[in-house]
């Protein structure tokens, strides 16, 4: 895969600085001041990450408080067709407000786009450390280098309990009600999306392995599943962990968030784990428990049954496939569409089903 990704630059860097001073003295009523404006070279593939510190004078002394500033992505070939950063917001904000998982603090959200030309959000900086995606954490970095095989079994235990706390939470007194339809499972709802996603993503091509897991998945749909708010991009790479690696200092990027099955999170959080390990041909970090014993603490941490777990592994290979197909297409490696590491491991999935 090319080095560069589908990560929308900030040009301006001093201009957004300048603009962000006055976003926040006009917040906070006082004069403050940005000196250094970064973007780490780890930023996500969706979204502009902003690292920087705000000082002001009070009481007679500076103060100041490490920020981080998430900008919505304005690129011509984006990685998904929309995006509401209102929505990640309002999240974090209810599940802060209404439950012990930790979330960064939340200190604003622009979502009039006439400041910087696209909606943004800052949060306090949390302090530890975050499993890296590149490179994978399995091949190299800290995590694989730095860490006990201990140390990696509580970083991925903690992980599991933090979300199984997560699904225990009422999607309705989270205030994501309305996100519920009388028409359509939750299920049915999200089967939509990634068919519509896949016509938008691969721009009038057909994505042979992609098609194939949406026909399975529409075809053996479970019945009667329980409802939750979905985290969406569970993984440990969303987790910052603390620094004495044992706990959990928050849980990151709900940008994926969305009414479903709570099983999909959990078969999200080994599949990605496995395209690191299987679907690039490298051994799983040792320590790290398997698949099977985190299956069974995230049932009995959650209350939740996983009978449906087989079935969400298609499903998470399915929206993984098509994401990094989308990533192939928009960098021009219209080769690397469907014989991706990703599409190829669920391509294995889907002949284990005997859907090809």
């Known amino acids: 895969m090319k080095e560069d990704r589908p990560t929308p630059l900030v040009e301006d860097l001093d201009g957004t600085r300048q603009k962000l001073e006055g976003w926040f003295s006009a917040r906070r009523g006082t004069e403050i001041s940005i000196r250094d404006l970064n973007i780490p070279e780890a930023t996500g593939m969706s979204n502009v990450t902003l690292l920087f510190d705000i000082h002001w004078q009070e009481n007679g002394e500076t103060q100041s408080q490490s920020c981080v500033g998430r900008l919505q992505p304005e690129i011509e070939r984006p990685v998904f067709p929309s995006y509401d950063l209102r929505e990640q917001y309002k999240v974090m904000e209810a599940v802060g407000r209404h439950s012990d998982i930790p979330v960064p603090t939340l200190l604003g959200l622009e979502a009039d786009p006439s400041l910087l030309g696209v909606q943004f959000y800052i949060m306090e900086f949390t302090a530890g450390r975050i499993p890296t995606d590149m490179p994978p954490y399995n091949m190299d970095g800290w995590m694989m280098h730095e860490t006990t095989e201990d140390q990696r079994a509580k970083m991925w235990r903690a992980a599991v309990d933090t979300m199984a706390r997560y699904h225990q939470l009422d999607y309705r007194e989270l205030g994501f009600g309305h996100l519920a339809s009388a028409d359509q499972t939750p299920l049915q709802q999200q089967l939509r999306y990634w068919q519509d996603y896949h016509d938008w993503a691969m721009e ?85 428990p398997s698949y099977e014993d985190t299956v069974a603490q995230w049932e009995q941490a959650s209350g939740h049954s996983a009978q449906d777990y087989d079935y969400y592994l298609i499903f998470a290979g399915m929206r993984y496939g098509l994401i990094l197909s989308r990533i192939m297409v928009a960098t021009g490696q219209e080769d690397q569409v469907q014989s991706n590491f990703a599409c190829q491991l669920l391509k294995r999935h889907l002949e284990g089903v005997g859907a090809i």
């Open 204 to 288: 009038g091509t057909r994505h042979d392995i992609g098609c194939a897991a949406l026909d399975w998945l529409q075809a053996n749909q479970p019945e009667n599943e329980p409802t939750v708010l979905c985290w969406g991009d569970s993984r440990i790479g969303n987790i910052i962990f603390e620094e004495s690696l044992d706990g959990v200092a928050a849980v990151l990027d709900w940008e994926m968030a969305v009414l479903g099955n709570p099983v999909q999170d959990l078969a999200w959080f080994n599949y990605i784990d496995s395209t690191f390990a299987e679907g690039l041909g490298m051994p799983r970090l040792p320590g790290l």
